[in-house]
């Protein structure tokens, strides 16, 4: 299923600041990437993120392509071919992953690819199942989501299978909104 999300506002979840008042943030308020690090602009800070033993990567370099593949399959997608793998990567215009620090091995993933400019899609957001729960995806969306939104990107989709819409919703993605519909064109292989 196409989920789109024109964002307009500041998600809700890149509006929250850690405060010692109870006072609710200004609605209009937005958290730069160079806010304090005592700010808590995401559901987990990067701060927790790397006490729990979790590395936030923004970019492939490290990223084995391999293990990377395992979480593909253990979540339900394909297994993919590495080298078509590493020719995804360099035409995405943005990606974050976070690597478990005890294992070296990829946990959470999402990227981008899009005009730059007005559109993005989001593709191939993936949590290895063992940390499915614990609020990785949700970390892994917030931040890519937020870094569309800096480069001016207001038209921001995504694709999605029927049983995790409830994951993105609060993220600000509907379902065909406006009336839109999403189509893709697909060939069946000759028999």
């Not at 958290?31 to 492939?60: C, E, M, N, W």
């Not at 990567?89 to 981008?112: M, Q, S």
């Amino acid at each position: 299923m196409l989920l789109r999300g024109t964002i307009s506002a500041p998600l809700p979840s890149l509006r929250r600041l850690t405060t010692t008042t109870t006072a609710a943030p200004p609605p209009n308020l937005t958290v730069s990437r160079h806010s304090s690090p005592t700010s808590s602009k995401y559901s987990i800070s990067d701060q927790d993120l790397d006490s729990r033993g979790f590395l936030l990567h923004r970019t492939a370099a490290d990223l084995n392509l391999d293990h990377l593949n395992k979480v593909f399959v253990a979540v339900g997608f394909p297994k993919r071919d590495p080298a078509k793998i590493r020719i995804a990567l360099d035409h995405t215009d943005a990606l974050l992953w976070l690597e478990y620090a005890k294992t070296n091995r990829p946990v959470a993933f999402a990227r981008a690819t899009g005009d730059g400019v007005f559109n993005a899609i989001i593709w191939d957001v993936v949590v290895d199942p063992s940390f499915q729960g614990i609020g990785l995806g949700r970390a892994v969306m917030e931040r890519l989501v937020e870094e569309l939104v800096e480069k001016g990107i207001g038209n921001i989709a995504l694709y999605s299978e029927q049983r995790v819409l409830g994951f993105y919703r609060p993220l600000g993605f509907v379902a065909d909104p406006d009336g839109i519909r999403g189509m893709v064109y697909s060939r069946k292989p000759k028999k």
